[in-house]
């Protein structure tokens, strides 16, 4: 194997990051992972992981105990937000494997793959802040109290404040999409199915689900607006601003939204694909690489579609650099591909016009009764793509 032996320190100890570290250790490589937090964990609420991502999962080994801390989804189910009316039904069955499109809350996804990774002799330094990262025949991390690391590749996987996009690719502003998110965990005491609900309005709309075998239900909630939000996960709004948002939604909206207690509220941002993904021993994965709006579901699993494909790549080549150029060559149109279909996608459920909504929805749900293989088939080229069989 090519990397056995190899040192690799990877920045950040997400999913991504984690992900990774479990690939590259798997091909013999002896990885060192750098989290600023005093504790692995995730902030942020639950995710979607689609069959792509499961399949990464199943090559390392953890579908089984991946399912245990998820529920299944069983639909993706599109409302009209005034009664909470279904519009389309996508039935998750129907996917090629059964069962693998999965809800699950970051922080117990985390804990899994942190577990997973020391267990198989990662080492995972908390408290390391990285501040800078130079690129060289042994790249060095420099840390915010003055220590430093060298190593024979370093791995940003570091989201959106990464601290080695910059070197590679220098400072680049986002661009503000007039969009604001909340999101918030509350009890299921409304009896929340298992399956994704977007809950479509006027220039908004909101998405459930549920976590943790059903006690939890994850909301995002979506609003267009002029005044912006910071970007981070780590604002708190009051949650009598995120009822007022969507005081004109009915069904089930007004008890999870009655649940709500402290909100948390960011601004979306588009930011452009990096065009370098790698320098000298040194690669992006993720939302370091590629931050993505949260209108495809896809944000983590291409962070674990990343890690799978540069460890196979980096193991496969006859030295780094020529590992990290198949990796970026492998994943970038892919991705590009997938940010675009998410930038896209937040207008079709937003339709401020009744007339215009009235039809399309009408149309939705002709297609979702006479064609529904059609519109589940629409997205083939991202679950069916399967990254452990190259």
């Known amino acids: 194997m090519a990397l056995d032996g190899t040192g690799v320190t990877i920045i950040g100890g997400g999913i991504g990051g984690l992900t990774a570290a479990l690939a590259l250790r798997a091909k013999g490589a002896n990885v060192r992972v750098l989290e600023q937090a005093d504790a692995i964990r995730e902030v942020g609420a639950g995710i979607q992981v689609s069959p792509n991502g499961f399949r990464v999962l199943e090559a390392l080994g953890l579908d089984r105990a991946f399912c245990d801390i998820t ?123 298992p399956e994704a609900r977007v809950h479509m309005g006027p220039g908004r709309h909101l998405v459930s689900y549920p976590l943790r075998g059903g006690e939890a239900v994850n909301l995002v909630a979506v609003e267009e607006r002029r005044e912006w939000q910071a970007e981070g996960w780590s604002h708190i709004d009051d949650p009598a601003t995120l009822r007022a948002a969507f005081s004109s939604f009915g069904g089930m909206v007004p008890e999870m939204l009655h649940a709500a ?96 909504r009235g039809v399309a929805h009408l149309g939705l749900g002709v297609l979702g009764r006479f064609a529904p293989e059609k519109m589940l088939g629409q997205f083939d080229w991202i679950y069916k793509h399967d990254v452990t069989k190259g």
């Open 261 to 356: 207690d402290k909100p948390g509220v960011w601004g979306l941002f588009r930011h452009n694909v990096a065009r370098k993904w790698h320098g000298e021993n040194v690669a992006l994965i993720g939302d370091a690489a590629h931050p993505t709006l949260p209108f495809m579901a896809q944000g983590a699993v291409m962070a674990m579609e990343d890690a799978w494909v540069l460890a196979d790549e980096l193991d496969k080549a006859q030295d780094n650099a020529s590992g990290l150029q198949a990796y970026q060559n492998r994943r970038r149109d892919r991705v590009v591909k997938v940010v675009e279909a998410a930038n896209g996608n937040a207008w079709k459920y937003h339709l401020s016009n009744p007339l215009t």
């Open 71 to 193: 529920v299944a989804g069983q639909a993706v189910s599109l409302r009209d937000y005034k009664q909470g009316r279904e519009v389309l039904r996508l039935d998750l069955s129907k996917l090629p494997k059964q069962d693998s499109y999965r809800f699950v809350h970051r922080a117990d996804f985390v804990e899994l793959l942190a577990t997973a990774a020391r267990e198989a002799g990662v080492q995972i330094r908390l408290l390391q802040q990285a501040e800078t990262v130079q690129p060289g025949a042994k790249p060095r991390v420099e840390m915010a109290n003055g220590d430093q690391f060298e190593d024979d590749l370093v791995i940003g996987a570091d989201g959106l404040h990464s601290v080695l996009r910059p070197v590679l690719n220098g400072v680049e502003a986002p661009f503000f999409t007039g969009q604001v998110a909340w999101r918030a965990v509350v009890p299921n005491v409304m009896g929340h199915p």
